[in-house]
């Protein structure tokens, strides 16, 4: 049996990964027509992950916090707007879509610090992270958090370890309505489907399944009752990886190290047609010679000047 947790791609690596091996994705389906805004994913997410309580304050909005953080991995998000004329609640689980081609990935310069496993899931290493926050801006849904205390990177791992004991992700546990699901993608893919189906036939003629095309898809799949209001759920419209990403890992990359490459060639040929130079204040001779100016050595131009 294939090891779930195989590497498939790693941060600033070109070589693959060793022991990739074929095992089948996973994905997790959010049905925001099932879900209450009950925030029992919140708990249950950071009672697993062992990450701490933090202070809140009303700001006007049903949210327990205002926004993801180095310690909050997943929010539900309340988004009050007014469709065919009436008010609506839609209300969204944000969190981490392990994209199959990760931003993150592709932005990370340090080696092994984001991996994504060959069933899909994108994890961050944080012993490798360097807290550049170059993940940050290359995450399309602006996602990972930088933290000020430790001065690294985190963001919602799908419960990797859960899942590698065949365990579902703790939010998945936990939801009372059913409205998150996890299992392998093709799967949860269908039944997104399905449900998209049957909430057209209850009257929302717009109802779609999100999994962006823009990053290849996505581990985290929603199923949206107003699938042509995309931004009003707080969700980009089309994501991409920024092309500045692919460019600086790519070409500019390439770029450094041919001028890289022409500078140590530059450096061979004037240490073979000048020799070795001298700076100031150099010693020779143990001490018993003071060079007072730059000079080259004997018989390579002029001689420094020596203090007897």
Not at 252 to 276: D, N, R
Request: hydrophobic share 30%; glycine share 10%.
């Amino acid at each position: 049996m294939a090891n779930v947790l195989s590497l498939k791609r790693v941060s600033a690596s070109s070589s693959p990964p060793p022991g990739v091996s074929e095992v089948q994705p996973v994905a997790k389906l959010i049905d925001v027509s099932r879900c209450i805004g009950c925030k029992g994913c919140e708990v249950a997410c950071k009672e697993w992950n062992d990450l701490p309580p933090e202070p809140t304050h009303n700001f006007g909005s049903y949210q327990s916090h205002e926004d993801l953080s180095a310690q909050t991995w997943t929010l539900i998000r309340f988004h009050e707007v007014e469709i065919d004329g009436r008010l609506q609640w839609l209300m969204l689980k944000d969190q981490c879509m392990h994209c199959e081609d990760p931003g993150c990935l592709a932005a990370c310069p340090s080696p092994g610090a984001i991996v994504q496993y060959a069933n899909g899931i994108v994890d961050f290493n944080q012993d490798a992270c360097i807290g550049c926050g170059y993940c940050i801006t290359g995450c399309p849904f602006d996602v990972p958090r930088l933290s000020a205390t430790t001065g690294k990177v985190y963001k919602c791992n799908l419960c990797v370890d859960r899942v590698s004991a065949g365990l579902e992700p703790a939010c998945a546990k936990t939801c009372p309505t059913g409205a998150i699901q996890f299992g392998p993608k093709d799967q949860m893919l269908e039944r997104a489907r399905t449900s998209a189906e049957r909430l057209k036939q209850r009257g929302y003629a717009n109802a779609a399944v999100y999994s962006p095309q823009g990053v290849g898809g996505t581990h985290v799949i929603y199923v949206l009752p107003h699938g042509d209001a995309v931004e009003q759920y707080g969700l980009p419209k089309d994501p991409q990886v920024s092309p500045a990403v692919h460019a600086w890992k790519g070409i500019l990359k390439t770029i450094g190290s041919m001028v890289m490459g022409v500078g140590l060639v530059g450096t061979a040929l004037h240490y073979l047609t000048y020799g070795p130079t001298w700076a100031e204040g150099d010693k020779e001779d143990g001490g018993r010679r003071e060079v007072t100016s730059v000079g080259r050595q004997s018989g390579q131009g002029d001689q420094p000047h020596r203090k007897d």
